[in-house]
C-alpha cells in the first residue's frame, strides 16, 4: 500500500494555498476545467460537411458461386429459405443450384428484374 501523502501548501500563480478547504478548492477547479483548457489550447479544426443528397442509384456487386455456397452452408439446419424450401434440402443440392442461382441472381442485379 502505498504511503499517504499529505499536501500542506500549494502553490498556483505565486498564491499560496494554505488550508485544505483552499487546496481542495484550486484542485477541483483545475480539474473541471482541463477539458476546456485543453481544447482551447490547440487550434480549432475546421469541420466541413458537405451533404450530398440522397444516392439516385444503388450498385449490386455481381456474387460468385462460392458466395452462393457460403450463405446455404450457414443456414441454420431447421429453417427454411423464403420460399419455403426447407434448408436441409438446400444444403444437400447446394452444389448442384449453385452455378444456375449465380447466374440468375447476376442477371437480376445486371437487368433491375
Do not use: Q, W
Amino acid at each position: 500500500m502505498a504511503p499517504k501523502l499529505n499536501v500542506s501548501m500549494l502553490i498556483l500563480d505565486d498564491c499560496e494555498y494554505r488550508t485544505d478547504r483552499e487546496i481542495a478548492n484550486v484542485l477541483n477547479e483545475y480539474f473541471v476545467n482541463i477539458g476546456l483548457n485543453l481544447a482551447n489550447a490547440h487550434p480549432a479544426v475546421p469541420s466541413t460537411v458537405v451533404f450530398l443528397g440522397p444516392p439516385t442509384s444503388v450498385a449490386l456487386l455481381p456474387v460468385s458461386s462460392n458466395d452462393i455456397l457460403k450463405y446455404i452452408d450457414n443456414m441454420k439446419p431447421k429453417k427454411s429459405s423464403p420460399n419455403g424450401i426447407s434448408s436441409l434440402v438446400l444444403k444437400r443440392i447446394g452444389t448442384s443450384i449453385c452455378v444456375v442461382s449465380t447466374d440468375l441472381i447476376n442477371a437480376t442485379f445486371c437487368t433491375g428484374i
